[in-house]
Structure formats: structure tokens, C-alpha cells
């Protein structure tokens, strides 16, 4: 499904896939509008099936 998370402001966030280990497998593709973070949550999306997403923000990157 989709997933809409309102964040505060700040650096544009980067979502990963992550298997139950805590590994990342893959950056996920997201769009970050007007304080809304959106992106498509696939369980059989990549090789590994997926449970957890992280979601980061770098520091000292751009702030839309």
C-alpha cells in the first residue's frame, strides 16, 4: 500500500527497504511534497521480502 507520513520540516528524507536483520536492501523510491513524505510499502517488491522501511534524513542536505 501507500504510505503518507506528515514530517516536520527539514532535509528531504531517503526511504530503504531493510530485511529483519537491520540490513538496508534497497533505497526505495519516494517523493517528498510540502511536508509529506509518500512512498509505495511492498512486501514482494525486490528478491527478499520486506516488513521494515527506515526513513533518513541526511544533514546538510537540501530542505525543499
Known sequence: GIITLRLAPGPVPQVFAVDLGGRRMRQVPAEYVDGALRFKA??????????????IRETGAATP
Open 42 to 55: 511492498e512486501v514482494s517488491a525486490g528478491p527478499q521480502p520486506c516488513f521494515v522501511y527506515e526513513i
